[in-house]
Every structure is written in C-alpha cells, then in structure tokens.
C-alpha cells in the first residue's frame, strides 16, 4: 500500500516519484493510496500487483489462463460524471477493472486449460463471488499461495473487504458460463433505491392519465425487474440502463459485476478474442413440456384437505396479545 505516513512525503501535482523495492515474494497483492484516501479511492485509485517466481514454485501451478479482476463501487447520480466521495455503503454502480457488464470482456478459454483467476475487492462491502458450470479451487490470497491442505473445492468465495482471493480450476465443460457476484443487486447497473415495489398494483387506466401530464412515463416493475432489460426507456447522458445486455435468446437482463466464461475446444492457444455464443448440441437445452403434469407426490399421512381450526374449549383458548403498558413498577 502507498501511503503518506512518517516514512515519506506526498507526491505533490505535477510531479513523479519513484518508488523502488525488491519483490521478495510471489503472489497477488492491490496498491492504492493513503493520502485523502476517502476521495482518492472513491475517484478510482487503485490497482493490481502480481509478483511471479523465477522458479517453478511448490505452490503455484502452470496454468494456460490468468485474470485478474478489480472489483470497486461507484455512488454516481444518473447524468453525472463524478462519484460522490461521502458515500459509505449505498453504491449504485458495481464494475469489474473499471467497467460494468455489458461492457466487461467475457473470460475466453480454450476447453481443458488451467486457469487461474485473481479478485481484488476495494469497494465498502464483500463480495461472493460464482461461477457457474465449473467447481474450482481456492488457492491463495493476499499472503500468498495457501498450503494444500488448506484448499477446498467450491463454486463461490467470498471476497472480504480489503482482501483478494485467487482460485484455479481446469475448464473441462464446453459452453457458455455465468460468472458473477452473487449479491442480486450487484448484477445490475445505476438503479433507484427508492423506488417503491409495484409488483401486483393494479394499473388499469392509471398509465394513460400519467402519459397526458408526463409523455415519457413508463411503468416499471409491474411484474418485477426483468422487463428492465428490454425496456428502452429514455436516459439522462452519462448514464448506463439497469439491466442490459443481449444473448442469442433475448435480452441477458444482466449489469454491474457479471461477466462469462467461454470455454471453446477450437478456442487456439494465447487466443483470448471472444469466439461469439456456444452453439448447444441437440438435446442439451431445456424444452417446454406439453403433456399431462403429474399430481404432487404427498406422504401418506399427509392430508389434502385444509387444517381444521380449533375451537375454544376448557382446554383450549384463544390466543391473547399483551400491549406494552410502560415501565411502571419496575
């Protein structure tokens, strides 16, 4: 970390400094600065540092894939350009090295490579990270490579804040693969947290006396979120849509921290390009089922019939709620 502490000055504008040491150990490790670290930081001053071995490690594999991947927070108000610096925890834009999905490269590999992916979190909160159609293993993290038998298997790791996790697993699944934060909200772009719930409203003849005051008025989530992804509602410049993106069925309904992996067998080594949408073999998609749906399976003892309602009895009574009455008498 560079900081400006009683070990050196700051670096004033318009000025360079060089900053010299010897990399003792390999690993992944984030940079940024501790001077007026609030606002350096939530303008976006960080970055990524990889040291490598000279030599083959113990505990580092050879691997054919190696990303790393920054995560950060943005408070920005729609038509703005300037993060609000103050902001603690209610961020509205989730990016990954600076960018938010669509805009984010999907993570192209060739099928039965190694990879390796490294995450730096340096936002306000954590964040599980998870990837679908591979499980992978944990293996190292800001103090370097983790000792064998202190890895596990998973499918999310959680990114602490301040922390970086790397993980490596062998892309044996040809396809397409979601790889995301697993936070729902961290999936979408610029949106109002104040927005109310409208799901189940009725809105009948409501809208078209909105339109005659408000031209532009739309209805939004009605029926949730999703129809957020193909709506083209008019937005303020600089200002990216809550959920976007389109895949070979329609729109992703996707933004923020989300990206893919592709894992192609004709995917050439050092080739990185995006080879376009996996092309599914017959039978391997989902179908629509148009017979006769079977009846629930119940247990025996398992009555379909509603539970009867218990009658107030000697025995039995009904239930009695006590109000607060203050604390007299304590």
Same mark, same amino acid.
């Given at each position: 970390?560079?900081?400006?502490?009683?070990?050196? =000055?700051?670096?004033? +504008? &318009?000025?360079?400094?060089?900053? $010299? !040491?010897? @990399?003792?150990?390999? /690993?992944?490790?984030?940079? #940024?600065?501790?001077?007026?670290?609030?606002?350096?930081?939530?303008?976006?001053?960080?970055?990524?540092?990889?040291?490598?071995?000279?030599?083959?490690?113990?505990?580092?594999?050879?691997?054919?894939?190696?990303?790393?991947?920054?995560?950060?927070?943005?408070?920005?108000?729609?038509?703005?350009?300037?993060?609000?610096?103050?902001?603690?925890?209610?961020?509205?834009?989730?990016?990954?090295?600076?960018?938010?999905?669509?805009?984010?490269?999907?993570?192209?590999?060739?099928?039965?490579?190694?990879?390796?992916?490294?995450?730096?979190?340096?936002?306000?909160?954590?964040?599980?990270?998870?990837?679908?159609?591979?499980?992978?293993?944990?293996?190292?993290?800001?103090?370097?490579?983790?000792?064998?038998?202190?890895?596990?298997?998973?499918?999310? =790791?959680?990114?602490? +804040? &301040?922390?970086?996790?790397?993980? $490596? !697993?062998? @892309?044996?699944?040809? /396809?397409?693969?979601?790889? #995301?934060?697993?936070?729902?909200?961290?999936?979408?772009?610029?949106?109002?947290?104040?927005?109310?719930?409208?799901?189940?409203?009725?809105?009948?003849?409501?809208?078209?006396?909105?339109?005659?005051?408000?031209?532009?008025?739309?209805?939004?989530?009605?029926?949730?979120?999703?129809?957020?992804?193909?709506?083209?509602?008019?937005?303020?410049?600089?200002?990216?849509?809550?959920?976007?993106?389109?895949?070979?069925?329609?729109?992703?309904?996707?933004?923020?921290?989300?990206?893919?992996?592709?894992?192609?067998?004709?995917?050439?080594?050092?080739?990185?390009?995006?080879?376009?949408?996996?092309?599914?073999?017959?039978?391997?998609?989902?179908?629509?089922?148009?017979?006769?749906?079977?009846?629930?399976?119940?247990?025996?003892?398992?009555?379909?019939?509603?539970?009867? +309602?218990?009658?107030?009895?000697?025995?039995?009574?009904?239930?009695?709620?006590?109000?607060?009455?203050?604390?007299?008498?304590?």
């Amino acid at each position: 970390m560079l900081c400006r502490l009683p070990n050196q =000055t700051a670096i004033p +504008v &318009g000025k360079t400094f060089v900053y $010299e !040491f010897e @990399a003792r150990r390999p /690993g992944t490790f984030m940079y #940024h600065p501790h001077a007026d670290e609030m606002t350096q930081m939530a303008m976006g001053m960080m970055g990524f540092w990889v040291t490598h071995p000279k030599n083959q490690h113990p505990l580092i594999d050879t691997v054919q894939r190696d990303f790393c991947i920054m995560l950060n927070a943005y408070d920005i108000d729609p038509g703005s350009s300037t993060p609000k610096i103050n902001t603690m925890l209610d961020f509205n834009l989730w990016t990954w090295n600076s960018r938010a999905f669509p805009g984010i490269d999907s993570l192209n590999v060739r099928l039965n490579d190694k990879v390796r992916v490294r995450v730096g979190n340096l936002t306000m909160t954590n964040h599980p990270m998870h990837l679908h159609g591979h499980e992978f293993v944990v293996t190292g993290s800001d103090g370097g490579p983790w000792p064998m038998a202190a890895r596990w298997p998973e499918v999310t =790791t959680d990114v602490a +804040v &301040g922390q970086m996790r790397q993980f $490596e !697993f062998v @892309a044996n699944e040809e /396809g397409d693969w979601a790889f #995301h934060c697993h936070k729902s909200h961290h999936t979408m772009n610029p949106m109002g947290h104040s927005v109310p719930t409208m799901i189940g409203v009725d809105h009948r003849g409501l809208i078209s006396k909105i339109q005659k005051v408000v031209p532009d008025y739309m209805l939004m989530g009605e029926r949730g979120m999703a129809d957020m992804g193909e709506m083209e509602m008019p937005l303020p410049d600089n200002t990216l849509p809550m959920m976007t993106g389109t895949g070979p069925y329609g729109s992703v309904e996707m933004g923020g921290m989300f990206s893919m992996l592709k894992v192609r067998r004709d995917q050439k080594p050092g080739d990185y390009s995006d080879p376009g949408w996996f092309k599914q073999p017959a039978g391997t998609q989902a179908f629509e089922w148009t017979g006769e749906l079977p009846q629930p399976a119940r247990f025996k003892a398992q009555s379909t019939a509603a539970m009867p +309602v218990a009658k107030p009895s000697s025995s039995t009574s009904l239930l009695k709620v006590r109000k607060p009455s203050g604390h007299a008498g304590h």
